[in-house]
């Protein structure tokens, strides 16, 4: 061109431009600049709300469990979406997460004359909404974000210069740490919890999140002790649910396969008529 610009310049030119008024306006929105956080708890968001929603092709034991963690997963990457606003948001949350669970339990309790205790935890957050705003907004930003998070914290400041200090001062060389603002932690991040999702759906949530927990560990160069801690944490957890909740979850969602269960690899499962046989016999 005549003044030097190619066309991929222009091209680029117009992507900052555009970029950059994506930018002011979640600015706007969430009143502090967006960030790959920002990006990380959308997609938890979305993909939390996506599996809330797909849950209802299952029974109702097994959509108990995937239910339960993904609607934990979606309100809380709402609530700290909106950190800057839950002296207005909690409130307003709780009065509708109470009415969902009332409205819930006494469905269900016309249909099967079952009394649920989600009914009393719909009831307190309704009282606790109307009756006392304020303190669940103060409890739920106390609870969500740290006081350097929130917009128009005095000490922010200062927060942030003792943050940085401590950081500096602990980082340890042997796992990956990463700024605000570089992309590449919550990218990774992103693409392990997809994976994670994925997994979920092909092989069942038993034997996914044990895997999930491995690469997310190896991605952060984590120590190998407490790696495999934590690792062995996931796995037990993920068990307990599915010896206590439902067996289904070591299911994939849509390919329908199951893959042999840890108590059948070890022979757990034959293991307390053993004993009981083996008791008679002493008897």
């Known amino acids: 061109m005549g003044n030097g610009r190619s066309a991929v310049d222009d091209f680029q030119g117009r992507i900052g431009a555009v970029a950059q008024r994506v930018l002011d306006a979640g600015q706007t929105v969430l009143r502090e600049r967006p960030t790959m956080e920002h990006v990380l708890l ?33 309100l809380l990457a709402f609530l700290i979406l909106a950190r800057n606003y839950l002296t207005v948001v909690a409130p307003l949350l709780a009065g509708a997460l109470g009415l969902y669970l009332s409205y819930g339990a006494v469905t269900t309790y016309l249909e ?48 942030r210069e003792k943050g940085a200090k401590v950081d500096e001062e602990t980082e340890s060389a042997a796992m990956y740490t990463y700024d605000i603002d570089d992309p590449l932690g919550p990218a990774v991040t992103g693409v392990l ?12 949530m038993l034997y996914a999140t044990p895997i999930f927990v491995t690469l997310w ?11 495999a801690g934590l690792v062995v944490i996931a796995f037990v957890t993920a068990y307990l649910f599915y010896e206590v909740i439902s067996s289904d979850i070591a299911e994939g969602w849509l ?28 008897v």
């Open 193 to 204: 919890c997809v994976l994670y999702m994925i997994l979920t759906f092909t092989i069942g």
């Open 42 to 74: 959308l997609l938890f968001l979305v993909v939390g709300v996506y599996m809330f929603w797909g849950a209802r092709e299952f029974s109702p034991v097994a959509a108990e469990f995937p239910r339960v963690m993904a609607g934990g997963t979606a």
């Open 255 to 282: 390919t329908g396969w199951e893959p042999t269960p840890p108590d059948d690899l070890l022979g757990l499962s034959t293991l307390p008529a053993a004993v009981g046989e083996w008791l008679v016999m002493l």
């Open 112 to 159: 099967t004359g079952a009394i649920q205790y989600r009914v009393v935890v719909g009831v307190a957050l309704l009282v606790a909404a109307v009756g006392m705003r304020e303190r669940v907004g103060e409890a739920t930003k106390s609870f969500v974000a740290e006081p350097k998070q929130i917009l128009g914290d005095d000490g922010m400041d200062d927060a």
């Open 217 to 227: 560990a190896l991605w952060v160069r984590m120590d190998l002790l407490k790696a």
